[in-house]
């Protein structure tokens, strides 16, 4: 029998026929699902902040009715906590690491506002933990635009709710990473030891990705390319070497083509001006999920980056999730049951200081 | 002993050992490799704006002074015979299937400018195959602004010319390849039984692109993965079965990264206007064929085990620093059979390109 826990999921092809339930052979931590909260989005009607921003433009109308559509099939699971245990329950997850939907970053509005509906995401993310705090850990949001706010509200995050981390996007406004004035915010999370999870929304390469869905499907993980690849040549992980981020969708383009940035390190001034070894000894250091939907491309990645560098994750709710995380996991072929257990569960509690109940 | 043939080549970690082999009858082939043709600069001198070259637009200034002096040091290897040879003979390569260096591509030029560049290009490659015969074959180029002249072109260098097929671009000017009136043309191409190298000029919109030559080494593998993603989904593929297509750079990021579409395919309308739903994208996907240039050998396996050995062909890039430069020895690392080292180095090209 196969299980499945979004409503439109469609058979899956992993070839494996029950998924291992919660606690009873791996801990398992699903690390990429999100939270959605209503009063944030109501926040954003007031007419006083509603033009003060773009807001989020469909790619085409009929990709716009889906995702509205969608989000008004997945809203239980979206906001109702017992909806979502009992998903976990039948998927064999026994810890999510909740982050904000990816709607809610907000960092085209003034500082201010991001900031006031940071707080509110963050504070109800925090209630649900609380409500249940052997199922949940909390993943924050910050306003980016501001470094100074976003650090204050990170270490609010992690003091006053004892968060394991925080969500952030592949750019600011369009600025990359790097170039967005955010050391403070890097050293921050580098000095109280907390997980980046950085999670892409659309694409700043609108133009030629209007249909199909290319906005996701490709602007996805070209967005997570962007950002890798400047956190790499940037230096920035060089110059936090203790940080941990961990990047959705199996770290979009880079994990599974870095040959290419290699190769020019070795002979091009141009791709070496602030980095002091090859771009791949950087990408090492990274995290990456297990949203890639195939066996044969996580089993890449596990052999190309190490079993301790993947972790596992769904995307829940959304119709981008992998529906089986535990199945697809347990059914890649090659993988040693150590290995199965690091990528399930090992690897996150780690990097989330979450304690796997005693077996 | 390892085969070089950059000059500034980097010691590569592949084991560099030519090929053995039971059946030494394998010619190798290099799929990936350009001409350069100084008289088509001078054509289109008058006309050039930087804004239509995004490799160069988009890019720093210090990406851009690297690369002109780049460009003069290797001139002798893009442009001059007997370098050439002595450059295939050091990698280990019997057959170049040369193509046009992309810069010649010249879409954004008026279309009798256009079909004047492209004949001249292909001129030059018929020339180049006409004083080495057992050296090199042809991949013409053709002016895409201009369907009915593209085909024309085609049709030149594949009866004329005896080309064995075209080098294009991923879009024309910005325009996807499955929406720039393009039908006739890939139908003659899937007529006339020739393959398509498709070889990227960077990528139209690259404003963050600027640094750490991020205008190729993100853009061109992302150019490569928009066009074969609107070449399945617009239904370019499903209507030109026949359409035998190699992607240069190892298929982009698309070959390595293909789960994506198919786990949203069946799922969402909005990616079913020309793919029914009951259709999966990458039975689409494995039909094209992917060069060998990623750099690494698990990289190359990994294509490998997902499309099959008789889908991957060598490649270099010659004569650019992005060239892999010792393309036998890099094929020889991989952990693969002879039979698939066989196909790769030159079994595979010697069919889609009707070697003797």
């Known amino acids: 029998m196969l299980f499945r826990c979004t409503t439109k999921a469609p058979a899956t092809d992993h070839g494996h026929t029950e998924v291992v339930n919660n606690g009873s052979k791996h801990f398992t931590v699903d690390v990429h699902c999100h939270v959605h909260v209503l009063e944030a989005d109501a926040m954003l009607a007031d007419p006083a902040v509603a033009d003060q921003a773009k807001l989020y433009k469909e790619a085409n109308e009929l990709t716009g009715e889906i995702n509205r559509q969608q989000h008004k099939d997945i809203l239980p699971k979206l906001t109702d906590p017992s909806v979502r245990i009992a998903d976990m329950d039948r998927c064999g997850i026994d810890v999510q690491a909740l982050s904000p939907s990816p709607f809610h970053y907000n960092y085209a509005y003034p500082a201010e506002f991001a900031r006031e509906t940071s707080v509110v995401v963050n504070d109800h993310i925090a209630g649900i933990v609380s409500g249940d705090p052997d199922r949940f850990v909390g993943l924050c949001t910050v306003p980016l635009q501001d470094a100074d706010m976003a650090v204050a509200e990170l270490e609010r995050c992690v003091n006053q709710h004892g968060m394991r981390g925080v969500e952030i996007s592949t750019n600011v406004r369009g600025q990359d990473l790097t170039r ?26 609108k133009e030629r990705m209007t249909d199909h869905y290319f906005r996701n499907t490709i602007g996805h993980p070209l967005e997570s390319a962007l950002a890798v690849g400047h956190l790499v040549f940037d230096g920035y992980l060089e110059k936090f070497p203790g940080i941990k981020i961990c990047i959705a969708h199996g770290g979009g383009y880079v994990p599974t083509y870095s040959g290419r940035f290699d190769h020019p390190y070795h002979l091009r001034d141009d791709c070496r001006q602030v980095i002091s070894k090859p771009p791949s000894h950087y990408v090492k250091k990274l995290y990456f999920d297990t949203v890639v939907f195939t066996d044969h491309q996580l089993r890449y990645l596990v052999d190309t980056w190490g079993a301790d560098h993947i972790v596992m994750g769904t995307d829940y709710p959304y119709d981008m999730a992998e529906t089986d995380p535990v199945g697809f996991v347990d059914g890649t072929s090659g993988l040693s049951e150590e290995q199965k257990s690091t990528v399930m569960g090992g690897n996150a509690a780690r990097l989330l200081k979450i304690n796997p109940p005693s077996v | 002993m390892l085969f070089k043939c950059a000059h500034n080549a980097p010691e590569t970690g592949s084991a560099g050992h030519r090929i053995q082999l039971n059946d030494t009858n394998v010619r190798s082939v290099d799929i990936h490799c350009h001409l350069h043709v100084p008289k088509v600069d001078a054509m289109v001198k008058d006309v050039f704006d930087v804004k239509f070259e995004p490799l160069i637009n988009y890019a720093s200034d210090e990406t851009r002074s690297y690369q002109q002096k780049h460009v003069q040091d290797i001139m002798p290897m893009a442009t001059d015979v007997a370098t050439r040879i002595a450059n295939m003979d050091a990698a280990g390569v019997d057959v170049q299937a040369v193509s046009t260096a992309p810069g010649h591509y010249c879409y954004w030029v008026e279309p009798d400018l256009g079909r004047e560049v492209a004949q001249t290009v292909n001129n030059s490659l018929a020339e180049l195959v006409n004083g080495n015969p057992d050296r090199f074959v042809a991949l013409g180029s053709v002016p895409l602004q201009d369907p009915e002249m593209a085909v024309s072109e085609l049709n030149r260098c594949v009866d ?68 074969v993603h609107y070449l399945i989904f617009d239904g370019v593929m499903d209507r030109h079965p026949g359409l035998k297509i190699c992607v240069a750079h190892g298929g982009g990021f698309m070959a390595s990264y293909s789960g994506r579409i198919d786990h949203a395919h069946p799922l969402r309308p909005d990616m079913q206007r020309h793919l029914p739903k009951d259709k999966i994208p990458t039975d689409y996907l494995k039909r094209f064929y992917f060069d060998t240039v990623v750099f690494t050998d698990h990289q190359l396996e990994y294509l490998v085990k997902v499309f099959g050995a008789d889908h991957i062909l060598m490649g270099t890039d010659y004569p650019y620093d992005m060239a892999e430069v010792d393309p036998v020895g890099h094929v020889n690392s991989a952990d693969l059979s002879d039979s698939e080292k066989a196909a790769i180095i030159g079994g595979n090209a010697a069919k889609l390109l009707s070697l003797n």
Not at chain 2, 163 to 192: K, P, Q
């Open chain 1, 180 to 205: 967005a004035g955010l050391e403070k915010f890097f050293a921050k999370v580098e000095e109280l030891d907390v997980m980046i999870f950085m999670h892409p929304i659309g694409t700043s390469y």
């Open chain 2, 160 to 227: 004329e010319l005896g080309m064995r097929g075209v080098e294009i671009s991923t879009d024309v000017c910005g325009t996807e390849l499955s929406r720039a009136g393009l039908d006739r043309f890939f139908a003659r191409v899937e007529e006339l039984g020739v393959i398509i190298f498709m070889h990227p000029g960077g990528f139209t919109e690259s404003a963050r692109f600027a640094d750490h030559y991020f205008s190729n080494i993100i853009a061109n593998p992302l150019a490569s993965t928009v066009a």
